[in-house]
C-alpha cells in the first residue's frame, strides 16, 4: 500500500451524464436473464481466490483480459475487495472504501467466516464477474448469508445482481464500514501550499458519483448501467468540436485529447495548460465555421443573380475566396505561435474548490477513521500467502 492522499469529495452526484441506470425486481423478466450462473459455468472459467474468501477486509488486483472503459478510461487492472465492491483507482491507499468503486454492496463482509464463504471471478473475454457468495456480515454472522455479483462488459455496461439479501440493506450498519451502492471516480491533484511537509501531499478529488436507492435491493433484483459517450472517445479536434454525442468538450493539440477538463487527467489537462488551448482553438473553430457559411452565403447569392460582368465577377470571387484562406492561415499560424511561447503552468486549484455546490457537492472524506483501511493482497505472476499491511492511520 501507498501512503494515502488526503480523500476530499467535490462529486456531482447521479447528473446521468456519465451512465444510465434502471433497476429490475424480482418479477421482472429481464432480471433471469442478467444473473450470471457460475456454477454453470466451466470450471476453467471460474476462479475462486483462495487469499479473499479466508480474509477480512483484505483486496486483491486482478487483470482482465480486455480493456474496460469505465468513465471513458480504458481499464485493464482492477482491485477485488472483501468487502462487496470493486477498486477501479490507479493508485492503491488505505482509504479504497473512498471513491473510484463499482459497488454492489458496500459493507462490513467477512467470507472468512464459514469455509461455504468464497470470493470468486470469471472472465471469458467478454464479460468480467465477480461474485461474493454466502458471505455474511461482521459481528452480524446470524443475519444470514448474502450472495450478489458484479458484471463489467467489454461495452462498458456494468450490472449488479441480488440472488441473496437476507435483511434490508438500510439496517446494515455502517459506522465500522462505509456502506455504498453504485459507481464513483475521481482524479488525483496536488494542491499548492506554502507548508514544505504538506507540499507532496496529493488530493483525490471524486468529480461524479452514481448512488442508487438501496430500498429496491432484495433478493432477485438487479440494475444495469449502460455507459454514456464521453469526450474522451473523440480522437481528433474535428470530432471533438462538432460531435452531437457530447457537449462541452474541448480539444487540447498538446496532449492530441479531447476532454472537457473533468476527468482522470485533470492535473495533466492543467499541467500542459489545456484550458488555453481550448479557448483559442475554440475561438479559431467559430472563425472558420463563420467563415465558411460567409463563403458559401455568398457564392450561393453570386450563382442565383443574373450574370452582367462575367470576368469581373469571377475575379472579385477569386479573390474573396483567398482573402479569406490567407485570414485563416493567419490565424492558425498566430494560435500555434501562442501556444507554443506561453508557459504550461497549471492555475491552482482553489478555482477549482471555489465552485457551487450544485456543481461539485462537497462531502470531506479526510476524517474518516481506521475503520475504513483495506490491506491489498501481494500478487505476484500467481496468488501467493503474503500480505501487504495497511498502513496504521491512528
Request: with cysteine; aromatic share 10%; hydrophobic share 35%.
Amino acid at each position: 500500500m501507498q501512503k494515502s492522499p488526503k480523500l476530499t469529495s467535490f462529486s456531482q452526484e447521479d447528473s446521468q451524464k456519465y451512465y444510465r441506470w434502471q433497476s429490475f425486481g424480482p418479477t421482472d423478466t429481464q432480471t433471469a436473464s442478467l444473473w450470471v450462473d457460475m456454477d454453470n459455468l466451466h470450471k476453467n472459467q471460474v476462479r475462486i481466490h483462495g487469499i479473499l474468501s479466508n480474509a477480512h477486509r483484505q483486496a486483491a488486483r486482478v487483470a482482465l483480459s480486455f480493456d474496460f472503459p469505465f468513465y471513458g478510461h480504458y481499464l485493464r487492472q482492477i482491485i477485488i475487495a472483501t468487502g462487496g465492491f470493486i477498486y477501479m483507482g490507479e493508485i492503491t491507499h488505505r482509504m479504497l472504501t473512498a471513491t473510484q468503486y463499482v459497488a454492489p454492496l458496500m459493507a462490513n463482509f467477512d467470507p472468512s467466516f464459514t469455509k461455504n464463504s468464497t470470493v470468486r471471478y470469471s472472465d471469458n473475454g467478454n464479460l468480467f464477474v465477480v461474485q461474493w457468495d454466502k458471505v455474511r456480515l461482521k459481528d452480524r454472522e446470524a443475519a444470514g448469508p448474502f450472495t450478489f455479483q458484479a458484471a463489467l462488459h467489454k461495452n462498458g455496461t456494468i450490472v449488479f445482481n441480488y440472488k441473496d439479501i437476507p435483511l434490508p440493506v438500510e439496517e446494515i450498519n455502517s459506522t465500522e464500514h462505509p456502506l455504498k451502492v453504485g459507481l464513483s471516480d475521481a482524479f488525483m491533484g496536488h494542491l499548492p501550499t506554502s507548508l514544505l511537509s504538506e507540499a507532496k501531499r496529493r488530493t483525490i478529488y471524486e468529480y461524479h458519483r452514481v448512488a442508487i436507492d438501496t430500498t429496491k435491493i432484495v433478493s432477485g433484483s438487479a440494475f444495469e448501467f449502460t455507459p454514456l459517450p464521453t469526450c474522451l472517445q473523440h480522437t481528433s479536434c474535428d470530432l471533438c468540436l462538432t460531435s452531437n454525442l457530447t457537449s462541452s468538450c474541448g480539444w487540447c493539440n498538446t496532449l492530441q485529447r479531447c476532454s472537457d477538463g473533468i476527468d482522470r487527467h485533470r492535473q495533466e489537462w492543467l499541467d500542459y495548460n489545456c484550458p488555453e488551448e481550448v479557448r483559442l482553438i475554440t475561438i479559431l473553430h467559430k472563425r472558420e465555421m463563420s467563415s465558411f457559411e460567409q463563403q458559401s452565403s455568398f457564392l450561393s447569392d453570386i450563382q442565383t443573380s443574373p450574370p452582367n460582368n462575367g470576368m469581373t465577377e469571377n475575379t472579385a470571387i477569386i479573390a474573396g475566396v483567398v482573402a479569406a484562406l490567407v485570414l485563416l492561415v493567419a490565424l492558425t499560424l498566430l494560435a500555434v505561435y501562442y501556444i507554443n511561447t506561453h508557459p504550461t503552468v497549471a492555475p491552482p486549484f482553489y478555482l477549482m474548490q471555489r465552485r457551487t455546490n450544485n456543481y461539485w457537492p462537497s462531502m470531506k472524506f479526510r476524517n474518516q477513521g481506521c475503520h475504513s483501511s483495506y490491506a491489498e493482497v501481494e500478487l505476484g505472476g500467481h496468488e501467493k500467502e503474503g500480505f501487504i499491511e495497511a498502513e496504521h492511520c491512528c
